[in-house]
């Protein structure tokens, strides 16, 4: 935090008007699950085999000069030079999150592929309990498989958050037990994020609109007493608060820059409006004004995914006495009693939710009956 705090003022007393965050690195689109929420893993083989050069993420890393580093993908386990890029990271003090589905996770701790470090963060993917997730990631067993890698890098003393991404249909009550069970299992804090349209997404029927994100969020995340005030999230809390409907943020698109083999992506991790060779070109170079819900842009229009509004967020607790004391008020006063999203969750216990139910609601289920005959 004080990293961060540090870093952003140090932009504010320069008077920078559009600094980086966190840099979005991913090494490769290659994955060892295919979800039928992401747009990564759809490229064609040709281009899901090939890896970026370790050099060449240094020299992003460099170039940005953001404070954190998110490794994204694909599958960052997958990477031939991981284990070096973390070790240089490490050694330029930058904070790292390596986001991984954990299907590999036990097994390379095991080999000793990585130390503990306080710059090294396991932010493993989870979207829910067991059978929420599963469905999520489109395979049995994933949920019990990265549990176990939790597990591991917890006892071997790693720093391990979680990273939710909740789509269209999920079930508040299942997630406010599933914020549990993360808690139980030790992680020091937790991501969420309502899932983003990506347009190469094989289903493209599951994401949220900005007013269900709001009431989803507002079902969830109020009313946090007794055993849910130990709930830890490693986010902005005024970045929460804008998920429940409580403040109005506009995209900050350059706060969480992207760089893979592609080049520096425009404008942003979510949408792909071409590329740019240096981190210079894409701040000065990309029409910013062209993004963001107050652009008109329809692309952006139902976006309130956390690398687009985490930034902003984040800026607006730096910026002013108001923002600092909002945020301190959000951590200090985080139960959020809501009586009428107390009885909206009530109502929601009585629906039909789960795999099954979702199958239903898309004219599915007869298909899936068919096929099991």
């Not at 709001?214 to 995340?221: P, W």
């Not at 350059?254 to 520096?264: D, E, S």
Request: net charge neutral; charged share 25%.
């Amino acid at each position: 935090m004080w990293t961060v705090a540090s870093y952003v003022l140090k932009q504010k007393l320069s008077g920078r008007k559009r600094y980086p965050l966190v840099l979005m690195l991913e090494p490769l689109f290659r994955c060892n699950l295919a979800c039928a929420g992401c747009g990564k893993i759809q490229y064609p083989a040709h281009i899901l085999k090939k890896n970026l050069p370790l050099e060449d993420c240094l020299k992003a890393v460099d170039e940005c000069g953001a404070p954190m580093v998110s490794i994204p993908g694909g599958e960052p386990l997958l990477y031939p030079y991981i284990q070096e890029l973390v070790d240089e990271l490490i050694k330029r003090k930058k904070y790292i999150y390596l986001c991984t589905n954990a299907l590999l996770l036990k097994e390379k701790l095991e080999a000793g592929w990585f130390k503990p470090s306080k710059y090294l963060t396991f932010s493993v993917h989870m979207d829910g309990q067991e059978e929420h997730h599963d469905f999520a990631v489109c395979r049995e067993g994933t949920y019990v498989k990265a549990v176990e890698g939790i597990r591991k890098a917890v006892d071997m003393g790693f720093r391990v958050t979680t990273n939710t991404t909740l789509f269209e249909g999920a079930d508040p009550n299942s997630v406010r037990q599933f914020f549990d069970e993360m808690m139980d299992l030790g992680v020091e804090g937790m991501m969420v994020s309502p899932g983003y349209a990506y347009d190469k997404a094989p289903n493209q029927n599951d994401f949220l609109q900005r007013k269900e994100t709001n009431t989803l969020f507002e079902m969830i995340l109020s009313n946090r007493k007794d055993g849910k005030k130990r709930w830890q999230f490693n986010q902005s809390p005024l970045f929460l608060e804008f998920l429940m409907g409580k403040r109005e943020y506009e995209c900050t698109p350059w706060g969480n820059p992207t760089y893979n083999i592609f080049g520096w992506q425009k404008p942003c991790y979510l949408l792909q409006e071409g590329y740019v060779d240096t981190f210079e070109e894409l701040i000065n170079d990309t029409e910013w004004d062209n993004y963001g819900r107050a652009s008109g842009n329809p692309k952006c229009a139902n976006c309130m995914v956390h690398c687009g509004y985490e930034p902003t967020a984040v800026d607006h607790t730096f910026s002013s006495f108001g923002g600092m004391w909002g945020t301190i008020k959000a951590m200090l006063f985080n139960t959020y009693a809501n009586p009428g999203a107390k009885n909206r969750l009530k109502e929601e216990a009585k629906k039909p939710h789960g795999p099954l139910a979702r199958l239903v609601e898309l004219g599915m289920a007869d298909d899936l009956k068919k096929k099991a005959s």
